[in-house]
């Protein structure tokens, strides 16, 4: 003859005061796995019967539940005495998208990836926008360092060098390629008529007029035109202040930098399942994917036609 322990709630609306009326509520036995369910009335109530889950015995853990949507309540118990009563209320786990990403939004990766957003439930799912946030944040800096490029407009600022030096190797040298790119526009283009040891005095070729130098926007490459100013050779005789970024992401630095959060996202839940113990049924083809030629050479073949071949100043 089945146990009678009945659970006795009121589910209310995320205002803590309005019924939740026709919302499914379940009722899990952790021991065993098992459920049982149903519908709250007109006044948010609900009485469902642990007792006739099959495994069921007082001292098993039950977890109460409700999802609906972006919202959900639950709550764990272990069972005692002949009956439960508690006040759920519904908690609003829907997550705005992430503002600190520069290439994709989170809501992009989650599509990209078929990926469903994070909901607070008795049986947590999807992925938090916050943990998209920290890893997506240090792939694209990441990007930047290795092509030496930024690829979005800094919410429109776009971004600064300023009086960045370069090296003349030898007393003929008229092209210098700055550090950072793709150029936007460029403020001082800077060369020192004096020789190494001596106070630096500039000539600003941007002051002098165009016909004495040149930019390549796009390789990030300054031409001194005219021999006259040439610098003698030493460190640190040539100094250029510009800004640089894109106007829009390119759809595939987007794509690499998904990749590539979804690589470390993938390989963060797979370290995080070994440090708890947890087993992964098929955790090897899992490993193999994330280890595959074939996303290696994805990310491999968009960094390669993306980066800048410079010739760097010694």
């Not at 994709?104 to 049986?123: G, I, K, P, Q, V």
């Not at 694209?140 to 979005?152: A, V, Y």
């Not at 040298?173 to 700055?178: E, I, L, P, T």
């Amino acid at each position: 003859m089945p146990t009678s322990y009945n659970v006795s709630l009121i589910l209310y609306d995320i205002d803590g005061s309005t019924p939740a009326v026709s919302k499914l509520v379940t009722v899990r036995d952790e021991t065993t796995a098992e459920t049982t369910n149903g519908t709250t009335n007109g006044s948010g109530e609900i009485i469902l019967n642990a007792g006739n889950l099959t495994g069921f015995a007082v001292g098993n853990t039950i977890t109460i539940y409700s999802v609906d949507g972006d919202k959900s309540a639950y709550e764990v118990y272990v069972t005692a005495g002949g009956s439960y009563n508690t006040t759920l209320t519904y908690v609003d786990t829907s997550v705005s998208d992430s503002t600190k990403l520069r290439y994709f939004t989170a809501a992009e990766l989650r599509e990209y990836f078929c990926l469903a957003t994070y909901n607070s439930s008795s049986a947590p799912s999807g992925i938090k926008t916050e943990q998209i946030e920290r890893i997506g944040e240090g792939v694209e800096g990441e990007i930047d360092r290795i092509l030496q490029q930024k690829f979005d407009d800094n919410d429109g600022s776009y971004y600064t060098s300023t009086e960045e030096y370069h090296n003349a190797i030898d007393m003929y040298q008229k092209d210098y390629f700055s550090d950072w790119g793709p150029i936007i526009s460029v403020s001082k283009f800077e060369v020192n008529n004096q020789q190494e040891g001596l106070t630096a005095i500039w000539d600003d070729l941007v002051d002098l007029g165009s016909q004495y130098y040149s930019v390549d926007l796009e390789t990030g490459r300054f031409r001194i035109e005219s021999s006259t100013y040439y610098p003698l050779k030493g460190p640190r005789q040539v100094r250029l202040t510009y800004t640089y970024g894109a106007s829009t992401v390119p759809k595939d630095i987007k794509r690499l930098a998904m990749l590539m959060t979804g690589r470390e996202l993938a390989s963060a839940n797979l370290i995080a399942n070994a440090i708890s113990g947890t087993e992964m049924e098929g955790s090897g083809g899992s490993i193999n994917i994330l280890d595959s030629n074939m996303i290696k050479n994805e990310i491999k073949t968009i960094i390669n036609s993306r980066i800048r071949i410079i010739a760097k100043n010694i």
